[in-house]
């Protein structure tokens, strides 16, 4: 089962590439109530204590495969399940301290069987309170 | 359990289990939901492909194999699958009729698959109005063949804001006429006869919106396969306090209307563990006692 909050406590933590410490990840679930294929998405923000990271410097891990966020747009036929958290990786050299952070992440998605001015509304909508807590260990 | 006198035609209770999108995968398994339909004597579901299907679109075998366990076991029909043609799937662009018709084609194979012969085929829409998009003749003309083949229905949901009487429900009814098929249809949604406001939305104002009064679904029950018996509040003594349910399933019963009457919950509090479900249960009390079931 997961967590009731979107953002997941397990999977919280630093990651190491060739013995550095390149930034961190977090697993979050879709707040929406079905999946999405992957071109619906848009690009993530995600604020780490006050710090906001977004572009570049997220990518998305879904069904074991990493993806930029550009790239994304082009996986229309990659489907992100409801019950899979997608992990977040953002690159930030030295990662985050042991400890408590507060995360939010903000990110939409288009939904056809709404008005097509919805899709830029959604943005406001999705990104609710998209925030937790977390520590890291 | 079942209902009372079986050679009478009327309205059969049912599920979507979108009523618990709110505890799925957190404080519900999917045996939790068929064990919870169960309870409540619903012979038939619904299920969102892409939400309830594991691996969707290409579940495996073992989920498969789960599937029909759990029917079994709780004695469920599988009735309606939801799916979607999510016309703006790629930003800047629209899907060609031809993508459009893949998808149908792919899903059409799992609902069959799945032992549906109900699809709520939710369209792309390009207005306010929820107009669908200007190709959808053309893509459900195409996998007419493949409904008929697959014994399955397609039917878009007719759903609030939109109304019974308006041209999109009579470009429907025109197309179903004039391609004379039994594979196309509606899914009447209850949410287009709300009367009073919903108790979530303070102050809803009815008077600028549009509804539909219960009699304008009777010429078009012979297109309709099935209904999202929506709702949003059951009252403790058994009322939906914005639908009239009671003119509804009377005039089902009147004209002999015998599909199922999904229940779509999408009230307060669907992250409680057990509100949604409290909630369906009250709803299947006035459902059993207006279609005089025991």
């Known amino acids: ?137 | 359990m079942s209902n009372s006198n079986p050679n009478i035609a009327k309205p059969k209770r049912g599920v979507s289990l979108y009523s618990y999108s709110g505890e799925y995968g957190v404080t519900m398994t999917m045996e939790d939901m068929f064990a919870d339909m169960h309870d409540m004597g619903a012979e038939g579901l619904e299920i969102l492909a892409n939400t309830h299907i594991d691996g969707y679109p290409e579940p495996t075998d073992a989920w498969v194999d789960n599937w029909f366990r759990l029917l079994d076991k709780y004695k469920i029909r599988p009735v309606e699958y939801g799916h979607w043609v999510d016309s703006r799937q790629y930003q800047g662009r629209e899907l060609t009729t031809k993508e459009s018709y893949d998808k149908l084609l792919r899903d059409i194979k799992i609902a069959n698959r799945l032992g549906f012969t109900v699809m709520r085929t939710k369209l792309g829409v390009i207005d306010d109005d929820l107009t669908p998009v200007t190709n959808w003749r053309e893509f459900i003309a195409m996998a007419l063949p493949d409904a008929e083949k697959y014994n399955v229905r397609m039917c878009p949901e007719i759903h609030s804001p939109t109304v019974l009487k308006s041209k999109m429900v009579d470009d429907y009814v025109e197309f179903i006429e004039k391609q004379k098929t039994k594979h196309f249809g509606i899914n009447i949604d209850f949410g287009v006869f709300q009367t009073n406001p919903m108790p979530m939305w303070e102050g809803q104002d009815l008077s600028t919106m549009k509804f539909s009064p219960v009699e304008d679904m009777v010429p078009l029950l012979p297109y309709t396969y099935a209904c999202h018996a929506k709702f949003v509040n059951m009252s403790d003594d058994f009322v939906e306090t914005t639908t009239p349910y009671d003119r509804i399933i009377e005039l089902m019963i009147k004209h002999g209307w015998d599909g199922y009457l999904l229940s779509e919950y999408e009230g307060r509090n669907k992250d409680v563990p057990g509100y949604s479900s409290g909630q369906l249960r009250r709803q299947h009390i006035l459902m059993k006692r207006l279609l005089g079931e025991e």
Not at chain 1, 2 to 30: M, P
Not at chain 1, 72 to 92: F, M, N, Q, S
Request: net charge neutral.
């Open chain 1, 1 to 137: 089962m997961l967590d009731k909050e979107y953002i997941q406590s397990r999977g919280f933590r630093n990651v190491v590439e060739d013995g550095k410490v390149i930034g961190f990840q977090f697993a979050f679930r879709s707040n929406y109530y079905r999946g999405v294929w992957l071109s619906q998405l848009r690009p993530a923000t995600v604020i780490v204590d006050g710090e906001t990271f977004s572009d570049e410097q997220v990518t998305w891990t879904i069904g074991g495969k990493t993806y930029s966020q550009a790239e994304l747009a082009k996986y229309g036929d990659v489907h992100w399940a409801l019950l899979e958290p997608a992990i977040l990786t953002v690159r930030k050299p030295g990662g985050l301290t042991q400890g408590f952070h507060d995360l939010e992440v903000k990110y939409a998605y288009s939904c056809s069987y709404f008005p097509p001015a919805m899709d830029e509304l959604m943005v406001a909508i999705s990104s609710g309170p998209l925030a937790r807590r977390l520590l890291l260990v």
